[in-house]
């Protein structure tokens, strides 16, 4: 599975993602500081599921209808960097083909699987 990490997305999410054999590109590396809408359109050109931090992608996907390949969006704040990356992990591993083409939310508690259109 192709993934994008967004620049709020830890360094040790993305390392573990790759070390699981994902295929993850990260903004820091090739793009940084570009816009939300940019974002979406390589992660929608490159066939990518985006993993992001910033709620305002929810925004982009629902009301302003833009092309996704699928986001999932990150809330666990206050959890050591360890433990957000193996809930990440866990929850691509095991649902990452339903998030494809949705807007997926990882909760400390919850996986939320949104249809995004």
Do not use: Y
């Amino acid at each position: 599975m192709k993934l994008l990490c967004d620049e709020n997305i830890d360094r040790l999410i993305v390392f573990t993602l790759r070390q699981a054999g994902f295929d993850v590109a990260w903004i820091p590396e090739f793009a940084r500081s570009v816009v939300d809408a940019v974002v979406l359109e390589i992660a929608a050109t490159e066939s990518r599921l985006l993993v992001t931090a910033d709620h305002d992608f929810g925004d982009h996907v629902f009301r302003q209808r833009a092309i996704s390949a699928g986001v999932v969006l990150v809330r666990l704040a206050g959890m050591s960097d360890v433990e957000k990356a193996k809930r990440v992990l866990h929850a691509i591993h095991t649902h990452g083909d339903e998030m494809l083409g949705n807007f997926s939310v990882i909760a400390a508690n919850k996986l939320r699987i949104r249809a995004s259109d």
